[in-house]
């Protein structure tokens, strides 16, 4: 069964929606303005709200986190990002020596333990 791309509902609604502008553009020019006017003054007002107000808060917020991390990095100097390590010197490459001959020892493997002696 195949899906629609939008609901009836919703598509119903778009088309009234276009219609009621259009309507409004060619019988009330005037009024159409005003409310493209009313919706983006809204719109400067949430944003103005958002910068200004709550941005602040949260700023105060972040501050005080990085004020807690560089404490943090100066009680803990390991913790965090991986420092930079210091050179190293540079030694000279020993030369490897032979690897002495290994012998296998061999062992009571076909013995079976007695559990009862145990």
Do not use: C, W
Not at 67 to 93: E, I
Request: charge should be positive; charged fraction near 25%; avoid cysteine.
């Amino acid at each position: 069964m195949r899906r629609r791309a939008i609901h009836p509902l919703v598509g119903l609604m778009i088309l009234l929606g276009t219609l009621g502008i259009v309507y409004t553009l060619f019988a009330h020019p005037t009024v159409l303005f005003r409310q493209l006017l009313f919706v983006a003054l809204f719109l400067a007002a949430i944003y103005l709200f958002y910068r200004f107000i709550y941005q602040r808060r949260t700023d105060k917020d972040r501050l005080s986190y990085l004020k807690a991390v560089r404490q943090s990095k100066k009680l803990h100097p390991r913790s965090g990002r991986k420092q930079a390590k210091p050179a190293k010197l540079k030694r000279p490459l020993k030369k490897r020596t032979a690897i002495p001959h290994l012998t296998v020892i061999e062992g009571k493997k076909g013995k079976k333990k007695n559990r009862a002696s145990f």
